[in-house]
């Protein structure tokens, strides 16, 4: 029995993982439940030694040391205080206004506010309750289809793991080893693509069936001038000027910032994009707020509107991730900030107070010992798992895969999407990502990459039923039973749970399409993170006048030896112990030289 225990020690450990799982223990619970317990059946077969566990409390008090994580609350505060400000209602009341003539403007708004959210607060659940309480009754209203309401709000919740500043993103850095902001970088542009994706959804939902995607009738249009006029001709304007000004700015950058920065690169394209956008934002503040201080009349009501409610959140966006990518502040520190900000805005609203403030904390407390416990826990099961040589078990499962990187990418996938159907992200990158990382760095694949690849597919695990989370969130809040409008005073009947299922099904197939994009172009990802200089090791090393293996040192001259036969070897073994330090010193510096 001890045999059969000790040549089958890591998939046991797993099957009594999924037992426990099965039981309903909370994850983390059951994550250290089995590693104590298979770390004492170890030490008991003599598997490890008796002082296995004796490392362990450093390991703990190095994840509550981790500064990466110490941005997961702060992000998570200034999400919390942006959605109970009020700021999803005037973002989707506002841009509703803006696309509701066309059709499908309804939806589009949904989008784009998801996607203003999602940069914003960061949290699915936030947005899925937002939008489901203030656009799900107007799409109703207006007879939208059933399954494009539903999908379009649950599936632009869900945006808030695959854009930046997404607690995925920063969970994956800390679990793979690499900078958060290699990771915002390399994710920004995939899920700029993904809102891209959507929208072009909804376009060809609105050409083929346009009776699913109405338009947003007359009267319920609310910023209108006097003369009738709708506003759009004065905000198109502005948003041409505030462009041409931004190209303008994207044109000069980089002969203005380099020799500021003292720097000899290329500008990178996020810093560019993100500083252009900043010059437009406070060009269309400053002339609006112009506007109405003036009292000119030179903006209509509509874009004096839009440019009061869709600035503060881009500027709390460059204050957060624009300081990150630029250099100038850590993920943590840029957390900081936006939760400051996020504090600000909710004052300058009016609506930061006391009840507010402690629910906003008591959030934030929650979550985060939510995630640190899941943490702790799957430190315990991997540190056994690792005694176990488990991660060497792991190489040569996946090494026998037929398809070599590509292979392995379809299967993890695979095995992630499946997990999602009834597992948290959190806690599917706490358990699977230590085993998968080592793997597939061994592979030589670049692990930023891997990263965001992953993060777009646990965006999925929202949407998935049978335990969609995105999904839940709006039945939560969707109306359960027939109801009279308060509006157009029409009985309207209640969403039905499948079809809140069936509008999850087009998003899913448009979220894996853009994870299958992103895994067959990995530019999409190292595009956007910024190289380092590529060093020459054979000319350092001529610089530093060490030989190198193509060049034989100088002779020296000394006395003539007679070796003894004993010692007939010794010069050859000697010559060949003093190459070993220069190769090794070469070699080093050819790694240190490679780009990250």
């Avoid at 609105?206 to 709708?230: D, T």
């Amino acid at each position: 029995m001890s045999a059969l225990v000790t040549q089958n020690f890591v998939p046991l450990m797993f099957a009594g993982l999924l037992v426990l799982l099965l039981t309903g223990i909370p994850v983390a619970f059951g994550l250290a439940a089995t590693g104590l317990l298979f770390g004492g059946i170890g030490m008991a077969l003599d598997l490890f030694p008796p002082n296995l566990f004796q490392a362990l409390p450093l390991r703990v008090f190095g994840i509550m040391q981790n500064e990466t994580l110490l941005s997961i609350p702060f992000f998570t505060l200034m999400g919390i205080v942006l959605e109970r400000s009020g700021m999803a209602e005037d973002l989707l009341e506002t841009v509703g206004q803006v696309f509701g003539p066309v059709r499908g403007g309804l939806a589009i708004a949904v989008v784009l506010v998801g996607a203003l959210l999602a940069a914003t607060t960061g949290v699915v659940a936030a947005a899925v309750i937002s939008m489901g309480l203030i656009s799900l009754p107007i799409m109703l209203r207006n007879g939208y289809n059933r399954s494009i309401a539903t999908g379009v709000i649950t599936a632009s919740g869900t945006l808030a793991q695959a854009l930046p500043p997404s607690l995925v993103l920063i969970v994956l850095a800390d679990q793979l080893g690499r900078s958060v902001g290699d990771m915002y970088a390399g994710a920004l542009l995939p899920g700029l693509m993904l809102v891209g994706v959507y929208l072009l959804f909804i376009v060809v939902v609105a050409l083929v069936k346009p009776a699913w995607v109405p338009a947003l009738p007359l009267q319920a249009r609310i910023y209108v001038e006097a003369g009738g006029a709708s506003g759009h001709r004065s905000l198109l304007v502005l948003l041409a000027l505030c462009s041409a000004a931004g190209f303008g700015w994207a044109q000069v950058h980089e002969s203005v910032i380099n020799p500021w920065l003292e720097r000899g690169t290329p500008a990178p394209g996020d810093e560019v994009f993100i500083l252009s956008l900043t010059l437009s934002t406070v060009l269309a503040f400053s002339l609006a707020l112009v506007n109405k201080l003036l009292g000119v009349g030179l903006l209509s009501r509509l874009a004096e509107r839009v440019t009061f409610v869709l600035i503060p959140p881009l500027i709390l966006i460059f204050l957060v991730l624009g300081t990150i990518f630029l250099g100038v502040a850590t993920p943590t520190e840029g957390g900081a900030m936006g939760a400051v900000g996020a504090l600000a805005m909710a004052l300058a609203r009016r609506r930061l107070g006391g009840r507010l403030l402690r629910q906003a904390l008591d959030s934030t407390a929650r979550l985060s010992c939510f995630v640190l416990f899941i943490l702790i826990g799957s430190t315990v099961f991997s540190f056994t798992f690792n005694a176990a040589d488990g991660h060497l078990w792991i190489e040569q499962l996946f090494a026998e895969l037929p398809g070599g990187v590509l292979g392995f990418l379809i299967v993890v996938n695979l095995l992630v999407f499946v997990l999602g159907m009834f597992l948290d992200f959190f806690e599917i990158t706490f358990i699977v990502i230590p085993i998968l990382a080592p793997v597939a760095d061994k592979m030589g694949i670049d692990l930023v990459w891997f990263g965001v690849i992953l993060a777009m597919n646990l965006q999925t695990s929202f949407l998935t039923p049978p335990f969609g989370f995105a999904l839940f969130y709006l039945r939560s809040v969707a109306p359960r039973a027939d109801y009279d409008d308060r509006v157009t005073g029409r009985r309207i009947s209640a969403v039905t749970t499948a079809q809140i299922y069936k509008g999850s099904i087009a998003f899913i197939v448009l979220q894996l399409i853009m994870v299958t994009v992103v895994v067959m172009n990995p530019a999409l990802v190292s595009g956007g993170i910024e190289k380092g200089p590529i060093i020459d090791a054979d000319k350092a090393l001529r610089e530093m006048s060490m030989p190198t293996p193509f060049e034989a040192p100088a002779p020296v001259l000394e006395p003539p030896v007679i070796p003894s036969d004993d010692a007939a070897s010794e010069p050859a073994d000697a010559g060949e112990e003093a190459d070993e330090p220069m190769k090794a010193l070469e070699e080093s510096m050819k790694r240190d030289a490679q780009p990250r």
